[in-house]
């Protein structure tokens, strides 16, 4: 077995490809998480695990700010809306297992509470909210739908806020905590504003650590001394995410005899919030021989873990490896074809 072997990397996240001399050599194969297809080697597949950073309806823009809030002043007096019985349907989503964290909550606020609207102009009346909560980015996702546009005549404060269920003798009520709701004006030029939309996202400490239940949104006067309208959505709908892996490999040329070490990276995305817990490694080869560590441990979102496969040329023609990283229900695989190309 003295053909000379050739590893070669790609600039991608996994980069397997062996080629066999004499002459050169091509090699194709499949990247691919559990449940979401195949991609080109080299190139990371895309995963619907993990939902791509969410938009509100609308067109999304800056906001004004108010400032404050977030204070646990809330709602004021009206922070207390009554939810049990009335609650709004969760959008169904990808099933993934519960021991997964959250990647987002999503509210869709549309019932009023007791009391409201309390009278007035309709530019101060709500007709939806929707919000998401993106653990990822930290930012709430905004979209609020009025009754009628607002004029800079009736130009109010619009809070919104996640929060969580709280039952006592007066009933259920959604609870924003300080630091989960903010407040921006309800009239503004900016592509925030369109209409009786207002669409907008803020970056909040609280979206990231946050383990809320309902959403709260409500207007106010400028002073917030006078609350014109409440709206209220619970239960939340909850996209949770699984790790997702890739492996890395540098070009190197096997050795004529023997094994030769290649050094093998596993990557956990930083665009998931999901930790790759005791993570095992298993090889399938045909043409060649691997010898490699089960064992590769726990990988953070934006973490790798280092180590080495050995590899050795054991026969001629067509030949493959296949790299299976797991973690719990998580597989991630890839399929390298290794065929000579002849002078």
């Not at 999503?106 to 009391?115: I, L, R």
């Not at 905004?142 to 004029?151: C, G, S």
């Amino acid at each position: 077995m003295s053909r000379p072997l050739r590893l070669l990397a790609l600039t991608t996240a996994l980069s397997l490809a062996l080629t066999v001399a004499p002459g050169s050599a091509t090699a194709a194969g499949t990247d691919t998480d559990t449940g979401t297809g195949t991609d080109t080697v080299g190139r990371v597949a895309p995963t619907t695990d993990a939902p791509a950073t969410p938009a509100a309806p609308g067109v999304p823009g800056v906001a004004r700010s108010f400032g404050g809030g977030g204070d646990g002043g809330a709602f004021a007096g009206a922070q207390a809306p009554t939810v049990a019985g009335r609650t709004t349907a969760a959008p169904a989503g990808r099933a993934v297992a519960s021991y997964w964290p959250v990647r987002t909550r999503t509210g869709a606020a549309t019932v009023h509470s007791t009391g409201y609207p309390a009278g007035g102009d309709p530019s101060r009346y709500l007709t939806s909210v929707r919000a998401t909560q993106d653990r990822l980015t930290g930012r709430m996702y905004v979209d609020a739908v009025f009754q009628a546009a607002p004029t800079a005549a009736t130009d109010s404060r619009l809070r919104v806020g996640f929060g969580t269920i709280v039952t006592d003798a007066a009933g259920s009520r959604c609870v924003p905590p300080g630091g989960s709701y903010a407040d921006v004006h309800s009239w503004g030029t900016s592509a925030a504003y369109q209409g009786a939309r207002v669409s907008y996202y803020l970056e909040m400490a609280s979206m990231r650590t946050g383990a809320f239940t309902c959403l709260v949104a409500g207007v106010l006067s400028g002073d917030a001394a006078t609350t014109y309208d409440i709206v209220v959505g619970a239960p939340l709908a909850e996209v949770r995410q699984r790790p997702v892996l890739a492996f890395s490999t540098p070009g190197k040329r096997l050795k004529p005899r023997g094994f030769t070490r290649i050094p093998l990276k596993i990557l956990n995305s930083g665009g998931t919030v999901a930790t790759a817990p005791s993570v095992r490694l298993r090889i399938k080869a045909k043409g060649v021989a691997v010898r490699y560590n089960r064992k590769v441990g726990t990988i953070a979102p934006g973490a790798a873990k280092r180590g080495a496969i050995f590899v050795k040329d054991v026969r001629r023609g067509t030949g493959k490896i296949t790299l299976i990283a797991t973690s719990r229900d998580y597989t991630k695989r890839v399929t390298i074809k290794v065929r000579e190309v002849r002078r």
